[in-house]
């Protein structure tokens, strides 16, 4: 009895700790992105996501190659292209879209945007694939899609730009999982071979756009920065947790439960609000905050609603909304590949 009681507390225990470096780590590179892009004045979200792609695709080699940490998934040469490509590319987009939107607004509102993924994710399903959802389902989404309008016409900071950015950057990571599960059937990837794969490609793809576009401004400032060292060093760090972050995630998926991982990425946040607004001290008012708190609850009831019908047993359809065999249920479906908060940030 002594000895079950110690599993328990030991597993609890383990869970936190993984939540707790899991917010840490996320919290910590969205904050540095949005430092390096107002207080370094740094404004090149093509280059910042291109050192991220670079950092984490040594940092996931090193895991593989080097330490061993997870046995590489094989992947056919041919697949790696008629695959892994299309979905690195989808990847890319989602990246650069998440880093353009912090440069223009507040961490607290693109968070909030971020948090439509779900409802896009279910009307691009029933849109593209013609999937039938549970009508609780459907009722779920409803907080999350008025909270957004909510927080969108109350925000105080608001930036057209950076409102479309995080929003097509839903639209991203929703097309993201839905080609997940085409593309990568049969592949069981855990978050470090996906980035062991994707990361070299995903660089590929950016780092032309980011030398033509962005070249001759990243040169002019690394010519007129002061404190030029101190701030390349917060640029790659920002990078290399970047990694960290994705490594966190695939700690904190085998030590909590669905629901677990569920209420704590939306509690995740709600953390990075507060810590951005007390670093950053953004406007928000009254009714912006109430916004993206009915958003964080829908979000959270639309993750418990998908753990529901997950535990209903194969073959047991709820009336007039069949069940398609791709439809999404255990967790490590419903989880982004990377992060959708850096969500997101590779």
Known sequence: MMEETKLLQWSVIRSLLAILQWWAFNVTVIIMNKWIFQKLDFKFPLSVSCIHFICSAIGAYLMIKVFKVKPLITVDPEDRWRRIF?????FCINIVLGNVSLRYIPVSFMQTIKSFTPATTVVLQWLVWRKYFDWRIWASLVPIVGGILLTSVTELSFNMLGFCAALFGCLATSTKTILAESLLHGYKFDSINTVYYMAPFATMILAVPAMLLEGNGVLEWLHTHESLCSSLIIIFSSGVLAFCLNFS???????????TFNVAGNLKVAVAVLISWLIFRNPISGLNAIGCAVTLVGCTFYGYVRHLLSQQPPGTPTPRTPRTPRTPLNRMELLPLVN???DDKV
Not at 86 to 90: E, G, H, I, N, Y
Not at 249 to 259: C, E, K, L
């Open 340 to 342: 959708d908060k850096l």
């Open 86 to 90: 299309p979905m690195s590319f989808v």
């Open 249 to 259: 995630i695939f700690y904190v998926i085998h030590s909590t439960t669905a629901v």
